[in-house]
Nanobody, 120 residues
């Protein structure tokens, strides 16, 4: 009942930049936190960055100083600005949102994912 749609992935060269977007829709009452996770082939999904409704952020050590997470609460949208991309950043990036909807007092929704490939 809460849907997330990611966009912005693609193929970039090492050192390049990408900006990912994720928009939430549905019977949302409030969103407490949104975040980005990634999964490379053969590996488990890992946290990249999260942001709360009041702007508190958390980053994986591997992306600090290169990635920036932000959100537009009015649009229920979260962004991930990725700079100085490295080949090891290659993965499917998925958006997550947690909060309260009309029918679920504690929803935890995931988007379909967007693929990021960093290669020359």
């Amino acid at each position: 009942q809460v849907q997330l749609v990611e966009s912005g992935g693609g193929l970039v060269q090492p050192g390049g930049s990408l900006r990912l977007s994720c928009a939430a829709s549905g019977s949302i009452f409030s969103i407490n936190a949104m975040g980005w996770y990634r999964q490379a082939p053969g590996k488990q999904r890992e946290l990249v960055a999260t942001i709360t409704s009041i702007g508190s952020t958390n980053y994986a050590d591997s992306v600090k100083g290169r990635f920036t997470i932000s959100r537009d609460n009015a649009k229920n949208t979260v962004y991930l600005q990725m700079n100085s991309l490295k080949p090891e950043d290659t993965a499917v990036y998925s958006c997550n949102a947690r909060g309260t909807s009309l029918y679920d007092p504690s929803f935890d929704s995931w988007g379909q994912g967007t693929r990021v490939t960093v290669s020359s």
